[in-house]
C-alpha cells in the first residue's frame, strides 16, 4: 500500500542541542549552571545525577560537518534545530553593558533597549573563537543545503548569573539566582540580540526558549528536582513559569529588530516558542479527586504557558481565573509558530502532599507499554496535541522533538512509524504541521541521567566517536525522502 503524503514544503529533520552533544571533543564549555551541577559531588552523591558528564559526549564541536552529512545524506532530511551554548559565547558577565530597561508596577521587565552600540559593546566582550566556531558550524548547515532552526536557550545560564549550588543549598546566600531574576532576563535579550545579529544570516528559524515548563518542574517542582538548581517549592515554579513566559517575548522582540538579513525563504525570521505538550490523564477515571488533579495538571503544564505568551494571561493562584493583576497583555510580543516537543502520555493521581493543589499529584509509573525511560508510548497523543494546540491558539506547528529512549533499538522503529501515521492524519484533518524533527540525531548527554538513556538514531563509540546506525535510519530516511507515511 502507498505511504500517505506530508504536504509539499514539509521540513524533516533532527534535533540536537549544545550541552547534549558538544563536548567530548574539542574545548570544554564549563561555565555554565548545567556543567557545575553534573559535576558537584555533593549533588550526585545524593543521587540527583548520574555521575556522567557531557565531556563524554559525541564531539560535536568538531564533528558537526560529518553530522549534517548524516542528516543530510543518510537521513534525506532537509532541516537541523540545534541550540547555543550561552556561556561558550559569553563566560564572562555582560552586565556591565548598561541597557535601558523598563517595568511595569509589578516589576516584570516589559522592554530592553538595546542599541547598536550595545551590539558593539557585546562583540567585544564575547568570545571570540566560540562566535567563529558557530559561524563555521551554522555555515556549515546552510552550506549542505540545510535549513537551520536555531534554540537560543536549550538550558544552561552562565554562571556568571546562575550558581545552583548555592541555591541548592541556601537560596539566600546568592545573588545569582537564575531565572527567578530580572537580570537573567535583561541579559538573556542582550545574548538573543547578539545572536539574531551575529548569524541573522544563517538562521531560518528560531526557537526562543526550550521547554519553560520542564526548567520549571525539574528544577523547582518535581520530587526529584534532578535539574538545577533543585529548589522544591511551587512558589518558585510559578515564578520561574512567569519569568519564562517574559523571557519569551523580549527575545522575540530582540530577534525581530536585530536580524535585519534573514535569509530564510520561509519569510523574514520566524520566531517561536517551544512547549513540550503531553497528555495527562487521571489514574483512576472514577476518583474525582484525580481527575480534578489531572485537570489541574493539564492547565498548569499544557496550558498555563501558552495563556501567557499568546494572551497575556498570567494565572499566579490557578484557580482558571484570570483577575485583572493577573492580566498582562502589555507582556505579549508574539509568538510566530509553537514548536511542540511531544514524547508521551501520563496518568495522575491525587496525593495529598504540600499545602497548595499543585502539589497534590503523582505521575503514576507506566503500566503497560513502556519506554526505557518509563515513559509511555501514546502515540494517538501527538495528534490529540498538535489538534488542540491549532484550534486554541491557532499558531503552525513543528514538531521539533518527538523521540524514544530505547537503548537496545527494537521498539524505535515501532515508535516512529506510528507517531509519522498520526501526525499526517493531524495534517489531514486541517492542522498545518510545517514539519517534523526527531529526537534525536546520535546517543547524547541525557541530562542528569547521562549516558544511561539513549534516543539516539545513532549510536555513538565512547572511545572514536564513530556514529553507527541503529535499524530506525532506514526507516526514517525512507519517510524523509518519500515525504509519507510508510
Ligand atoms: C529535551 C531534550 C531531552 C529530551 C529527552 C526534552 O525534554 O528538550 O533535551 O533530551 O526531552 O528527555
Not at 548555592?166 to 537573567?184: E, M, P
Request: charged share 25%; glycine share 6%; hydrophobic share 35%.
Amino acid at each position: 500500500m502507498k505511504g500517505k503524503k506530508f504536504p509539499e514544503d514539509f521540513l524533516w529533520g533532527t534535533a540536537i542541542s549544545a550541552f547534549q552533544v558538544e563536548m567530548g571533543r574539542g574545548e570544554p564549555s564549563d561555565k555554565t549552571d548545567w556543567w557545575a551541577w553534573v559535576h558537584d559531588k555533593g549533588i550526585q552523591e545524593k543521587g540527583i545525577t548520574s555521575g556522567d558528564t557531557p565531556l563524554d559526549g559525541p564531539g560535536f564541536w568538531e564533528l558537526y560537518e560529518e553530522d549534517f552529512r548524516l542528516i543530510k545524506d543518510d537521513l534525506r532530511c532537509q532541516s537541523v534545530r540545534m541550540s547555543i551554548d550561552w556561556g561558550r559565547l559569553f563566560p564572562e558577565s555582560t552586565e556591565d553593558i548598561g541597557v535601558d530597561v523598563t517595568l511595569d508596577d509589578q516589576g516584570n521587565v516589559v522592554t530592553v533597549n538595546i542599541e547598536e552600540e550595545d551590539i558593539k559593546a557585546l562583540s567585544n566582550l564575547a568570545k571570540q573563537s566560540s562566535v567563529r566556531r558557530y559561524r563555521e558550524i551554522l555555515e556549515s548547515a546552510k552550506n549542505l543545503g540545510l535549513t537551520v532552526m536555531l534554540t537560543l536557550f536549550h538550558w544552561q545560564i552562565p554562571l556568571w548569573l546562575h550558581d545552583p549550588i548555592a541555591v541548592h543549598k541556601d537560596i539566600l546566600s546568592t545573588d545569582k539566582r537564575g531565572w527567578l531574576d530580572n537580570r537573567t532576563l535583561i541579559e538573556f535579550s542582550k545574548l538573543v540580540a547578539f545572536i539574531a545579529h551575529e548569524y541573522g544570516d544563517i538562521v531560518d528559524l528560531y526557537n526562543t526558549i526550550n521547554e519553560p515548563r520542564i526548567i520549571s518542574e525539574h528544577g523547582y517542582l518535581s520530587e526529584w528536582s534532578e535539574f538545577p538548581p533543585g529548589k522544591y517549592d511551587a512558589q518558585l515554579y510559578l515564578k520561574v513559569m512567569k519569568n519564562l513566559a517574559i523571557a519569551h517575548g523580549l527575545a522575540y522582540e530582540q530577534v525581530k529588530k536585530w536580524d535585519t538579513k534573514s535569509c530564510s525563504s520561509l519569510g523574514p525570521c520566524t520566531v517561536g516558542l517551544v512547549p513540550v505538550l503531553q497528555v495527562f490523564t487521571p489514574y483512576d477515571p472514577m476518583d474525582p479527586k484525580d481527575v480534578e488533579a489531572a485537570k489541574l495538571i493539564d492547565y498548569a503544564f499544557n496550558e498555563w504557558g501558552l495563556n501567557a505568551v499568546i494572551h497575556g494571561d498570567y494565572d499566579m493562584n490557578l484557580d482558571y481565573v484570570i483577575q485583572p493583576e493577573e492580566q498582562l497583555p502589555h507582556l505579549v510580543k508574539g509568538c510566530d509558530f509553537f514548536g511542540v516537543n511531544y514524547y508521551s502520555r501520563w496518568h495522575i493521581k491525587h496525593v495529598n502532599k504540600g499545602a497548595v493543589p499543585l502539589e497534590n499529584f503523582k505521575l503514576m509509573p507506566c503500566e503497560g507499554d513502556c519506554t526505557d525511560y518509563g515513559w509511555e508510548v501514546y502515540p494517538e497523543g501527538i495528534r490529540e496535541v498538535v489538534t488542540w494546540a491549532y484550534e486554541r491558539y491557532r499558531r503552525p506547528i513543528y514538531i521539533t522533538e518527538n523521540g524514544i529512549a530505547d537503548k537496545e533499538g527494537d521498539q524505535r522503529n515501532r515508535y516512529l512509524k506510528v507517531h509519522i501515521e498520526k501526525l499526517q492524519q493531524a495534517i489531514s484533518e486541517g492542522v498545518p504541521v510545517k514539519g517534523y524533527y526527531h529526537w534525536t540525531l546520535m546517543d547524547n548527554f541525557e541530562w542528569s541521567d547521562g549516558y544511561r538513556i539513549r534516543f539516539g538514531l545513532y549510536m555513538v563509540d565512547k572511545e572514536s566517536k564513530k556514529r553507527i546506525p541503529t535499524k530506525t535510519v532506514k526507516l526514517y530516511r525512507e519517510i524523509a525522502a518519500s515525504n509519507s507515511t510508510v
